[in-house]
């Protein structure tokens, strides 16, 4: 990684494909891989169709900054996507996802999009009340779309504070609800 940040605070940067073990790096101390495989967040980072920014800190030295946080935004014809936000569990409450989701959404304005989208575990309570203060409101419900949470979380990653999920699937396995909301960005 490039000298990009201080230690003080974080540094916004567009994500290239030279970044790719970042977010993996990122992925995998969470425990919840939102990007795919290695394969699909290299493509995803080389996408000119998608915009992909991440909050580096450090020390300021070559090889010492460190991606705190993410976020990927995918570009439609008329609208864009979230497609991904992740922020290191010891740095959330710090307000890094409301900055990025913030960035999201002026990347989609200045691609002349008219809508933001997104969906969201209907049991990730933190994240539906990020989205709603940032003025997104509520589209409808994909009934029983997430497959069960991986396991073992711990107790601190978001969704695992709030309603079970509901129950989907012949074998009666856990599945959640996504919450598909939007943000509007133009009078279209």
């Known amino acids: 990684m490039n000298a990009r940040s201080t230690a003080s605070k974080p540094v916004l940067v567009r994500l290239t494909e030279a970044d790719l073990p970042c977010v993996a790096a990122l992925e995998e101390a969470s425990g919840w891989p939102m990007g795919g495989s290695e394969a699909q967040l290299a493509a ?13 800190v ?12 993410y976020a990927a935004v995918a570009r439609l014809p008329f609208e864009a996507e979230l497609q991904a936000i992740l ?8 307000g890094l996802a409301r900055k990025l989701l913030a960035v999201v959404a002026d990347q989609a304005r200045d691609w002349g999009s008219e809508r933001l989208l997104l969906e969201v575990r209907a ?16 589209d409808g419900v994909r009934r ?5 949470c991986p396991a073992p979380q711990p107790a601190s990653l978001p969704g ?27 009078a279209g």
């Open 123 to 138: 049991g990730n309570a933190p994240a539906i009340a990020l989205y709603r203060a940032a003025g997104f409101t509520d």
């Open 160 to 186: 695992q504070e709030t309603t079970p999920p509901r129950q989907a699937g012949a074998a009666g396995a856990a599945r959640e609800d996504a919450r598909l909301m939007s943000l509007t960005l133009c």
């Open 44 to 56: 995803t980072l080389a996408d000119p169709a998608m915009a992909v920014y991440g909050l580096m």
């Open 87 to 94: 922020v290191d569990e010891a740095r959330r409450g710090q």
């Open 58 to 69: 450090g020390d300021g030295q070559a090889g010492g900054d460190e991606l705190a946080a």
């Open 144 to 148: 029983g779309y997430y497959p069960p």
